[in-house]
């Protein structure tokens, strides 16, 4: 994780950047952070971050099926040729597990694809005929405590 030392600014293409910290820098995530914009990484305003494959989100999901989402957003996309206009629903509350069934059933479900790319274009072709419901602004996390460690000092 050693800076690069150059007369010219870093990433000077704005290119979103994508980083993969071990599991020693994942824990320091402000240094890493700070190693990234040494990189670049903040030219571009969004930056992709692959945690290790040992990190766990959580153990397991058992206990969050009670969890309520209590504003879930539904996006409303309509127009044509390039077009188009976006608006949010707000959904009465509803529960994780509700949402998982939502979001499992045959309306949400990920649709069959060959790679991202042919999903990418489902999913545009489809925006308009299927709006997405997403669970926005919730307080809390569905994180392990153990997990909310590492969150909780950015």
Not at 126 to 131: D, E, G, K, M, P
Request: overall charge positive; charged content about 25%; proline content about 8%.
């Amino acid at each position: 994780m050693a800076a690069v030392i150059s007369d010219s600014p870093p990433n000077p293409s704005c290119k979103i950047m994508t980083f993969r910290p071990s599991m020693e820098e994942f824990r320091e995530f402000n240094k890493y952070l700070a190693y990234m914009e040494s990189q670049g990484a903040h030219r571009a305003g969004v930056a992709k971050v692959i945690p290790p494959k040992e990190w766990k989100p959580r153990r397991h999901y058992n206990d969050i099926e009670d969890l309520v989402i209590p504003a879930p957003i539904q996006q409303m996309v309509t127009g044509q040729s390039g077009l188009f206009t976006q608006y949010n629903i707000q959904k009465k509350p509803m529960t994780v597990k509700e949402f998982r069934q939502l979001a499992n059933s045959d309306k949400y479900c990920t649709p069959r694809y060959i790679d991202y790319e042919d999903l990418e274009r489902k999913y545009w072709k489809n925006l308009t005929f299927v709006a997405p419901i997403y669970g926005a602004d919730i307080n809390g996390s569905i994180y392990d405590e153990v997990c909310m460690s590492y969150l909780k000092r950015y």
